[in-house]
């Protein structure tokens, strides 16, 4: 069965602060890692990881995959009060010739001022 | 271009009662799925359809019914609603990649389902 875990599962960090959030996973065909971010609502995209050692940014925030390790960190630099929310991992794997995503329960983060 | 769309976004239910909640993409996916969120537990597959007329189960398809006849729609029926069903569920769509689809899910605004 397929398996992602995130830890922490709970971070509350001050304005300025640097996090790095963790997922490790156990699957069986991977094909990708991806980190979603949940606010109020819908999850929404953040990155998607294939190879290893290959760092994604956009903006404040930056993940790398170990595909060695079977992990991701997903890092955010000098965090805001809008940093807040449920961060999302999830893998990709082929299962029967079609895409199946497994994710993980989420990190929340609260950034306080 | 609305993305994907559910209704309704709040439901009461009596157990034994039966609903379908609505799903509605226009990016021309052919990857639509249905998931569950409860506390603790995280997101969980319940039905996915890789194209109009082809659905299969996912982590948790007890108690739900799929059927994909449009590339457009998607619904997901409760035949007899049971107070475990009480939960967020989310419609997503994604598109192909490499000829397969994708991992980069684009999800709906989500539907919040009581049971009593």
Redesign the interface.
Known sequence: EDKVVQSPLSLVVHEGDTVTLNCSYEVTNFRSLLWYKQEKKAPTFLFMLTSSGIEKKSGRLSSILDKKELSSILNITATQTGDSAIYLCAVEALEGGYQKVTFGIGTKLQVIP | NAGVTQTPKFQVLKTGQSMTLQCAQDMNHE?M?W?RQDP??????IH?S?GAGIT?Q?EVPNGYNVSRSTTEDFPLRLLSAAPSQTSVY?CAS?WDREG???????????SRLTVL
């Open positions: 990857y799925s998931y603790g537990m995280g997101l969980r597959l996915y890789v299969d996912g989310f994604s397969m689809n994708t991992g980069e899910l684009f999800f709906g605004e989500g």
